[in-house]
């Protein structure tokens, strides 16, 4: 099973500010099956990015991801007040798919 | 719009099974180009994929849950379904079922998820 280590734990900066998210993988799990969610409290996650880079619909261009092999990024240019939540990266290029545990995005 | 509700019980006995139904409204599920998902989340902690189904009955469970999981799908009635079998605390979680998106070679993410449901396992 691949392990996702998500750095930093937490992350407190101020709205307006830039946020950038690590996921690393314990093997290389093939291609850029990689994915973010952002999960608000008492919410469901959502789906920002899936292919490593690629937004899904409706997800502003503030959000942006990179990586290959076993290091991943996710970027948050220009924190909003709504962006302020928990951040999860999954892959699913290798079964069983795995999630990462977590970065929590706070309001410095 | 995809929606998908969860339902079942909210409190099972230990060694009982837990049984959740997934109930979508605004597609198919049986959809070529999507799978029907499990995820849980213990209260506080981060998330974890149970398992699969595809619209032809085709199923993955993660062999972390050591063969107590039986996904299945009812394409009548539009919904999927989640036993988890010998329960114990440490199932106590949200369960999630969520729509995934299959890539051409069988590769799945996750792009519409239910609002999930509490599930205590507790005498």
């Known amino acids: 099973e691949i392990v996702l280590t998500q750095s930093p734990g937490t992350l407190s900066l101020s709205p307006g500010e830039g946020a950038t998210l690590s996921c690393r993988a314990s093997?290389?799990?093939?291609?850029?099956?990689l994915a973010w969610y952002q999960q608000k409290p008492g919410q469901s996650p959502k789906l920002l990015i899936h292919?490593?880079?690629s937004r899904a619909t409706g997800i502003p261009d503030r959000f942006s991801g990179s990586g290959s092999g076993t290091d991943f990024t996710l970027t948050i240019s220009r924190l909003e007040p709504e962006d302020f939540a928990v951040y999860y990266c999954?892959?699913?290029?290798?079964?069983?798919?795995?999630f990462g545990q977590g970065t929590k995005l706070e309001i410095k | 719009q995809l929606q998908l509700q969860e339902s079942g019980p909210g409190l099972v006995k230990p060694s009982e099974t837990l049984s959740l139904s997934c109930s979508v409204s605004?597609?198919?599920?049986?959809?070529?180009?999507?799978?029907w998902v499990w995820i849980r989340q213990p209260p506080g902690k981060g998330l974890a994929w149970i398992g699969n189904?595809?619209?032809?009955?085709?199923?993955f469970d993660n062999p972390s849950f050591n063969s107590r999981v039986s996904i299945s799908v009812d394409t009548s009635k539009n919904q999927f379904s989640l036993k988890l079998r010998s329960v114990t605390a440490t199932d106590t979680a949200i369960y999630y079922c969520?729509?995934?998106?299959?890539?051409?070679?069988?590769?799945?993410?996750?792009?519409?998820w239910g609002p999930g449901a509490l599930v205590i396992v507790s005498s």
């Open positions: 969520a729509r995934g998106v299959r890539s051409y070679n069988g590769h799945v993410f996750l792009d519409q």
């Open positions: 605004g597609g198919s599920v049986t959809s070529s180009h999507h799978y």
């Open positions: 093997q290389n799990f093939g291609d850029t099956y």
């Open positions: 999954q892959q699913y290029g290798s079964s069983p798919y795995t």
């Open positions: 292919g490593a880079s």
């Open positions: 189904v595809y619209f032809n009955g085709g199923v």
